[in-house]
């Protein structure tokens, strides 16, 4: 098995863990974080500026496990620095997922237990498609998009880069979420959104705007 490194601890972290020993494709080799001695039995082997040392040490695959609610800049800033230093980040699609040989999955994403992805579904770096998300036929997502927990995207939606739909939430057919935008959990979206919006209700109405 190759060997991979996670970028950064916590709660995602767990998943991505989870994710790959199930999926028996990698061996990981350790945790890159700033505290703690060990997440799951995987040890923290070290901090960022570590990571060059690792690399030319030989591993050169890793996952983010940071997720992408609080602060998505810092995913995309990580994963940069990442390929600056030359690192693969391959999919991880957890065994109980359903992805459709008919879709484009781009480096990075991490599609977690019960989603979906449907058919002619293009997708875009770095993406977190959470537990028992379902992407639908013919949707485009961009960069560094979360679609949450139990989340609907409907035909032939386009979600924009950094942007995320919230748990349980419905994103109409036919929809497009600009970049940057926030929709609230449980919000149900019948109108395109606007980039840098946060927009939740049901139908969902733009209430503010995101500066990230």
């Not at 890159?32 to 040392?53: A, H, S, T, W, Y």
């Not at 960069?143 to 994103?171: F, K, L, M, W």
Request: hydrophobic residues 40%.
């Amino acid at each position: 098995m190759e060997k991979i490194i996670i970028v950064g601890g916590g709660g995602h972290c767990k998943v991505i863990i989870d994710i790959i020993r199930l999926g028996k494709e990698y061996e990981i080799w350790g945790i890159i974080d700033n505290i703690g001695n060990q997440i799951m039995g995987v040890p923290v082997i070290g901090k960022d500026e570590d990571l060059k040392r690792i690399f030319l040490s030989g591993v050169t695959n890793a996952a983010i496990g940071i997720g992408g609610l609080n602060n998505p800049s810092l995913r995309w800033r990580i994963y940069k620095e990442l390929k600056c230093i030359g690192f693969k980040l391959p999919v991880l699609i957890h065994p109980k997922a359903c992805v459709s040989d008919y879709s484009k999955i781009s480096e990075g994403t991490c599609i977690m237990a019960g989603a979906k992805i449907n058919p002619a579904v293009q997708m875009g770096k770095i993406n977190i498609i959470n537990t028992g998300a379902i992407v639908e036929h013919d949707c485009c997502i961009g960069d560094n998009a979360h679609i949450s927990p139990g989340a609907v995207v409907c035909g032939g939606c386009t979600i924009g880069g950094n942007a995320q739909v919230g748990a349980n939430s419905v994103v109409i057919q036919g929809i497009s979420i600009k970049e940057n935008s926030i929709i609230g959990a449980g919000s149900v979206v019948t109108r395109d959104i606007e980039e840098n919006s946060i927009a939740y209700g049901n139908p969902a109405k733009v209430t503010r705007k995101n500066f990230i």
